[in-house]
C-alpha cells in the first residue's frame, strides 16, 4: 500500500489550494481515504474524509464550507479542494487510508476521525508522508 501527497505550497491568506492523494497497493473502490494534518507543535488532528464505497463524506467543523474532498476512481487520487485559506490551516497534511465501511458511511467516517482525534488512531491504517501547507497573511 502506498499513498503519495502533493499539492502542497505557500499560499497567500484568502487563496486556493488542491491536494492531491495518489494511491496504489489496494482496491480504492473498497477503501476510505482521510485527510489529517498537524501543525506545528499540536497534536495531528482529522479534516476530511471519504467512503470510496457509497460516496461518504465528513468534514471537521473548522474546515466546513472551505475544503472539498474528491475521489478520482480511474486515476486512483483523493483530492482536497482547499479555499478560503486561513493561517491556522498551516499544517502539513497527511492522506490515509482504510477499508471503507459497508454501511452507515457517514457515521462511521465520523467516528474514524473522533477516535483518531481523541488519542486512538488505528494502528492498521495506511499512512503518506505528507505535504506542507504554508498560508501567509
Known amino acids: 500500500v502506498q499513498l503519495v501527497e502533493s499539492g502542497g505550497g505557500l499560499v497567500q491568506t484568502g487563496g486556493s489550494l488542491r491536494l492531491s492523494c495518489a494511491t496504489s497497493?489496494?482496491?480504492?473502490?473498497?477503501?476510505?481515504i482521510g485527510w489529517f494534518r498537524q501543525a506545528s507543535g499540536k497534536e495531528r488532528e482529522g479534516v476530511a474524509c471519504?467512503?470510496?464505497?457509497?460516496?461518504?463524506?465528513f468534514y471537521a467543523d473548522a474546515v466546513k464550507g472551505r475544503f472539498t474532498i474528491s475521489s478520482d476512481s480511474a486515476k486512483k487520487i483523493v483530492y482536497l479542494h482547499m479555499s478560503d485559506l486561513k493561517s491556522e490551516d498551516t499544517a502539513v497534511y497527511f492522506c490515509?487510508?482504510?477499508?471503507?465501511?459497508?454501511?452507515?458511511?457517514?457515521?462511521?467516517?465520523?467516528?474514524?476521525?473522533?477516535?483518531?482525534?481523541?488519542?486512538?488512531?488505528?494502528?492498521?491504517?495506511?499512512w503518506g508522508r505528507g505535504t506542507q501547507v504554508t498560508v501567509s497573511s
Open positions: 497497493g489496494f482496491t480504492f473502490d473498497d477503501y476510505a
Open positions: 471519504i467512503s470510496n464505497r457509497d460516496g461518504s463524506t
Open positions: 490515509a487510508a482504510r477499508p471503507g465501511p459497508r454501511s452507515n458511511g457517514e457515521l462511521l467516517l465520523k467516528l474514524w476521525v473522533y477516535a483518531h482525534d481523541s488519542g486512538s488512531p488505528s494502528p492498521n491504517d495506511y
